[in-house]
């Protein structure tokens, strides 16, 4: 089971990035699939999660409306558009794969992590 994201990197106030994480190694439509993310000095927290057809997405608050989730399950993959990038949107950014099916529940993938940092 491979999760690899990229994408990450330093960007000004304001600005936006695109994170990618391709998947291998399981079934990926019958996973459901997240972006967390963890600052400095802080425990990790989910940023939005995307059920494994697509159909239905959550955001944590400081999130809505400035990031989107999407997922290709052609391609095994699964993306992250962030735009209006702020100073505390600074962190590394996982990208979790979790079982979405009776079959698969307990299964729950991670990958290695991005860095975004937002500065000026």
């Known amino acids: 089971v491979q999760l690899v994201e990229s994408g990450g990197g330093l960007v000004q106030p304001g600005g936006s990035l695109t994170l990618s994480c391709a998947t291998s190694?399981?079934?990926?439509?019958?996973?459901?699939m997240s972006w967390y993310r963890q600052a400095p000095g802080k425990e990790r927290e989910l940023v939005t999660e995307?059920?494994?057809?697509?159909?239905?997405?959550n955001y944590a608050d400081s999130m809505k409306g400035r990031f989107t989730i999407s997922r290709d399950n052609a391609k095994n993959t699964v993306s992250l558009q962030m735009n209006s990038l702020k100073p505390e949107d600074t962190g590394v950014y996982y990208c979790?794969?979790?079982?979405?099916?009776?079959?698969?529940?307990?299964?729950?993938?991670w990958g290695q992590g991005t860095q975004v940092t937002v500065s000026s």
């Open positions: 995307i059920t494994t057809t697509g159909g239905t997405t």
């Open positions: 979790n794969a979790r079982g979405g099916t009776f079959a698969t529940r307990k299964n729950n993938y």
């Open positions: 190694g399981f079934t990926f439509s019958r996973y459901i």
